[in-house]
C-alpha cells in the first residue's frame, strides 16, 4: 500500500539532558559511560530489555580481539569491560577471558552505568528525531507509558543501524555495489554439552559438516560455519547458521527470519548429537532475543574509511584509537564460490601480524550534514571492508568511547561535534586510557 497518512500529537517532554545516546550495545553503553564521567547529563534509550546488545539480547558468544598481540586497543571502556566481566566470572572459571556468558555480562553493564549516574530506560524504542538545518533538536521515544520526548544539545547514535543518523538526513551506504548485505545469525544457547570430550576429540567440525551436507543432512547447505563456544561449564554459545538476505531496518524482513532461523535450529541439534563428539545430549535452550545482525546501514562522515587505509596500516592527526580485526565479510550467499573467496581474504590476504594496527579517524563519527549527532559502532563511516573489521565489540567500544568523550567536549564548550580543537579530545581520550601511540 503507497497510502500515507499524517499524524500529529502533542506528546510529554521527558528528559532536558546534555547527552542523549540511543541504542546500548557495545557502543552506545561505552559512549554514555563516557560522557557522564566527563560530568554530562546523559539519557540513553535501550529498545530491548538490557545493555548489551548483539552481546547479550543477541547472544553473541565471545568478544574478538581487544589486541594487536602487542597492544591493547580497546584501552579504557573496552578493557574496564573485559575485567569487570573477568572478575564475575571468579578466579576459578573454565572459560577463557574472551568468552561471554551474557547474564554476567548484563550485570557488568547494569552495574557501570549505574554507577556512573546515566539515567537510561530499558524498552525504549527511538522512533524518530526533530531536526531543523541539520541540527537535532529532540528525539522521539515509545515507551511502555506511551510517547515521549527528549531534548539534548548533543545525540549519539548506537543503534548499530544508524537510525538516528539515517532519520535526521545522513547519507549512507548499504551492503556491496549490488546491494548485497552479510547475513546475519540466530545466535543460540545449547546446554548438557561435554566441553571436555569435545575438546579431547580434537575433531574439525568443518569437516563433519561437510560429511553432513553428503548425507543430505541440512536443508541449506552453508558451509560457513563460525561454530560454538563454551560460555557455561557444560553450556555452549552457538554462532550457527545463517540468515541470508535479512534487512534488519526492515521489521518484516527481520520476521521472516526469525521464523525460519527458529525452524532450523534443530538441523543444528540434531548434527552436534550425531556427528561431533562430546555433544551427543545437546538440548537447545534458547536463541537469541535478537536477531544477530552483522551489516546494516553505513553512516557517511567527514572521512571514509577504507580498504587502502587497512592495506597501508593507515595513520591519522585525528585519530581516537587503532583496531587490527581481519576483514571478515561473511558470504552473502551459501555457495562454495562465496565461501572460498571469503576464506582467501580472511585467512591470507586482510590480515596484519601482530603488533599491526590501523588508524581510526575521529571524522568516521561525524555524520555528513549533522551538526550535533556522532554515530558509534557497526554503522561508522567506512566502506564495506572496514565494517567487516571494526564492526566487532572492541572497535564499538573505542568508536563509543570516542563519540562521548566528543559529545561531552562540545556540550563543555557550547559548540558542535566540530567545533572544538580535535587534539583536545585526543589528549582527553589519552587521559581516560585510550591507546593513542600516534599522539605527540
Ligand atoms: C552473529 C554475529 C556474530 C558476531 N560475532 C562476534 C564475535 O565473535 N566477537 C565480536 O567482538 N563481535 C562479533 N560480532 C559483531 C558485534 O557483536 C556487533 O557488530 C556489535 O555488537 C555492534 O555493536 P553496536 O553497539 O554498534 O550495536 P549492537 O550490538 O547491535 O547494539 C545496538 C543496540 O541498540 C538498540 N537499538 C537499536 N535500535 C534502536 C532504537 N531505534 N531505539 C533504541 N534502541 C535501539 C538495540 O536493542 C541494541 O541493544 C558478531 C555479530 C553477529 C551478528
Known amino acids: 500500500m503507497s497510502e500515507h497518512i499524517t499524524y500529529t500529537r502533542a506528546i510529554p517532554l521527558r528528559h532536558d539532558v546534555d547527552v542523549f545516546v540511543a541504542g546500548g550495545g557495545p557502543a552506545g553503553v561505552a559512549a554514555a559511560l563516557t560522557a557522564a564521567r566527563q560530568g554530562r547529563s546523559v539519557f540513553l534509550a535501550e529498545a530491548h530489555t538490557c545493555f548489551g546488545g548483539m552481546g547479550t ?8 580481539t581487544f589486541s594487536d ?4 586497543l580497546a584501552a579504557g571502556i573496552g578493557r574496564e569491560v573485559l575485567a569487570a566481566l573477568t572478575a564475575a566470572k571468579g578466579a576459578h572459571s573454565p572459560l577463557p577471558a574472551n568468552a561471554i556468558p551474557a547474564e ?12 556512573a549516574g ?36 548533543m545525540f549519539i547514535d548506537g543503534t548499530g543501524d544508524g537510525d538516528l543518523a539515517a532519520w535526521a538526513g545522513a547519507p549512507f551506504e548499504k551492503g556491496d ?42 536443508t541449506v547447505n552453508d558451509p560457513h560455519h563460525p561454530g560454538m563456544w563454551p560460555v557455561g561449564r557444560h553450556v555452549t554459545g552457538g554462532n ?53 545482525v552483522r551489516e546494516s546501514r553505513r553512516i557517511l562522515g567527514d572521512y571514509v574509511l577504507n580498504v587502502e587505509d587497512f592495506r597501508t596500516r593507515a595513520v591519522f592527526a585525528d585519530e581516537i584509537g587503532r583496531y587490527c580485526y581481519p576483514v571478515d565479510i561473511h558470504p552473502s550467499r551459501p555457495d562454495p564460490e562465496h565461501y572460498a573467496r571469503f576464506e582467501k581474504e580472511f585467512r591470507e590476504t586482510l590480515r596484519y601480524e601482530p603488533g599491526e594496527s590501523y588508524g581510526i579517524p575521529y571524522r568516521v563519527l561525524t555524520p555528513r550534514g549533522l ?28 568508536t563509543g568511547q570516542a563519540a562521548g568523550m566528543a559529545a561531552a567536549l562540545a556540550v563543555e564548550g557550547k559548540t558542535d561535534s566540530r567545533g572544538f580543537p580535535v587534539r583536545n579530545l585526543l589528549l582527553r581520550l589519552q587521559e581516560s586510557g585510550a591507546f593513542l601511540p600516534n599522539l605527540g
Request: hydrophobic share 50%.
Open 118 to 153: 546515566v539515567q537510561f530506560s530499558f524498552q525504549t524504542t527511538v522512533l524518530d528525531v526533530v531536526a531543523t538545518a541539520g541540527h537535532l533538536e529532540q528525539a522521539v521515544c515509545w515507551g511502555k507509558s506511551g510517547l515521549f520526548a527528549v531534548r539534548a544539545r
Open 104 to 115: 554476567l555480562l548484563k550485570r557488568v553493564y547494569d552495574r557501570l552505568l549505574v554507577a
Open 240 to 292: 550457527i547458521g545463517h540468515a541470508f538476505g535479512l534487512d534488519s531496518t526492515d521489521e518484516r524482513s527481520l520476521t521472516r527470519h526469525f521464523v525460519e532461523a527458529r525452524a532450523r535450529l534443530p538441523e543444528f541439534e540434531s548434527f552436534y548429537r550425531s556427528y561431533v563428539p562430546g555433544f551427543a545430549n545437546l538440548e537447545l535452550v534458547g536463541s537469541g532475543a535478537l536477531m544477530g
Open 177 to 218: 555495489a549490488d546491494g548485497n548485505l552479510m547475513p546475519g545469525t540466530l545466535c543460540s544457547l545449547w546446554a548438557d554439552v561435554d566441553v571436555a570430550a569435545w575438546r579431547a576429540a580434537g575433531v574439525n567440525v568443518q569437516e563433519l559438516l561437510y560429511k553432513a551436507f553428503k548425507d543430505g543432512h541440512f
Open 69 to 72: 598481540g602487542v597492544n591493547f
Open 371 to 398: 551538526d550535533n549527532l556522532l554515530v558509534a559502532g557497526r554503522c561508522v563511516s567506512t566502506d564495506r571492508a572496514i565494517q567487516g573489521s571494526l564492526r566487532v565489540m572492541p572497535g564499538c567500544y573505542i
Open 57 to 64: 539480547a543477541a547472544m553473541v558468544p565471545v568478544f574478538m
